[in-house]
């Protein structure tokens, strides 16, 4: 089979990926779906004086995709109820609920992304991993097909997010769990520090698309965040020169995440209430202002989001994990994920869906709740303090998106205590991890289900790092001084104060190591 890079572009349209030299010069021939072919996205070999990666790519890549894949909003209830729709919206509109209030989601047209199958795409994203070609060497973009089919490359606004590592968390599984096959996901090492980028890339993306191609809909971009959204978009807009706003629970988020969009220049409004108080802010201002929304209601962020889960299973060479434990809070990762392992088993690329684990803080548990209380009890609670601060959140916009995720994939909720959580990521950390507390409650709910059997000793088991643990090192300090009242701290490793002398710093170490 062919596959869209093959459709116009000439040089690359030999079955045979070493005749792939240059793609300048396309003649865009166009090609039917066929035989099996080598997808072949190689960069111009020779760049002209003067041109960026972007330039370039106008060479390489002058595709009209628009023909061959598309996407939409439609109402997400037509999918959580299976019912066809004909309400649908451009992805150039700006809209974010359907006509009765509910949540939108995007749609693929599946059936072409079918034509080309499994084995091309698996070959065409191989093909563009590790690569500068823009906008490929973003984990991404890399998908683009998958994520927003219509745009053009000169409009993307790129960090090359993505293609972050899995962590064979291989001593942390053998020592305190008996697990041979536990994998860490490391969505924090991105450009912010959280999986955020993925799901912020794609949305400024739009949103640049909009600006250039109809000036004064979009003339900023705000969102309501816990810290990580708010760092997301304030770099991004800060990278393509777009205005942001972020809406912030004053005192409730980490000093790092709080300098993050001061320091890209965004307009940064802390606010007197909590992370709840202001999504309910910035859906009002939203609705009714030229300021586009950039939380994950908006169904635009999930689609890069998403790519997480497609990059994990080419990471196991298209092998499915057993299981997928992800933090939540506003419970749109969940969907996310859930939506990138439908895609590759829905066009063949995998063969069955992973289950999935939502764990949440105990102290802002309202997904718990209504798991435990098998589900038609949702009631958005009011979040307590936790040190996972960034799903510190009582009222999920995404509630109904997280139930058809976990349902659908047999999925478990659990919930970890404050000494839970924070004992959880002190015991990855001393096995050489930096988690994050979001990572520690994933590691506590894993550490909960390994205990009661439910998870067993060879399943193959990915966590979900959703931030890197430096943006929380108050947090950390904190767990390692002892200082935090009511918990014993367990896992503290306290720094040991000596006098500038060999004999006393020996003493030091040989109490601790008897060396
Ligand atoms: C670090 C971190 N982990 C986990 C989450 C939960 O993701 P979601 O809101 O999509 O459930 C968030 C944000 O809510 C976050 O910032
Ligand atoms: N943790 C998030 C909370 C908002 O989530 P979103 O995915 O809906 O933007 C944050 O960092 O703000």
Known sequence: MRGPDQLSSARASTSSPASCQSLHGSSRRQQRPGRAAQPCIRAAATMEAGEDIREQAKHRAPLDKSHLFGARYIPFRSISHNKPTQEQYSLDEVVYRSEDGGLLDVQHDIEALQNYGPEYWKALFDSRTGRTAWPFGSGVWSKKEWVLPDISDEHIVSM??????????????????????????????????????????????????????????????????????????????????????????????????????????????????????????????????????????????????????????????????????????????????????????????ISRMPRMVCAQAQNANPLYQAYKNGWDKFKPVKAQTTFASAIQIGDPVSIERAILALEATDGIVEEASEEELMDASARGDLTGMFNCPHTGVALAALIKLRENGTIGPTDRTVVVSTAHGLKFTQSKTAYHSKEIPDMSCGYANQPVQVKENLGDVMDAIRKRYQI
Not at 312 to 331: A, K, M, R, T, Y
């Open 160 to 349: 090359f997010e993505g293609n972050s590592n899995l962590f064979w968390a291989e001593r942390f599984g053998r020592e305190q769990l008996g697990m041979s096959d536990l994998w860490v996901k490391q969505c924090g090492n991105s450009h912010t520090g959280s999986f955020k980028d993925l799901g912020m890339t794609v949305l400024v993306s739009q949103v640049n698309r909009l600006r250039k191609t109809q000036p004064n809909l979009v003339q900023a971009v705000g969102c309501a965040s816990t810290g990580d959204t708010s760092a997301a978009l304030a770099a991004y807009c800060a990278w393509a020169g777009i205005p942001a706003i972020v809406f912030l629970p004053a005192n409730k988020i980490s000093m790092a995440q709080l300098v993050q969009p001061i320091a890209n220049g965004a307009m940064v409004l802390s606010i007197d209430t909590d992370f709840d108080g202001c999504m309910n802010l910035i859906k009002d201002v939203t609705a009714s202002s030229p300021i586009y929304l950039a939380n994950s209601m908006n169904s635009l962020r999930l689609e890069g989001q998403k790519t997480a889960a497609i990059e994990i299973c080419q990471q196991f060479d298209w092998e499915v994990p057993d299981w997928v434990i992800i933090p939540g809070g506003n419970l749109g990762n969940i969907y996310a994920f859930y939506k990138g392992f439908k895609m590759c088993r829905d066009l063949g690329l």
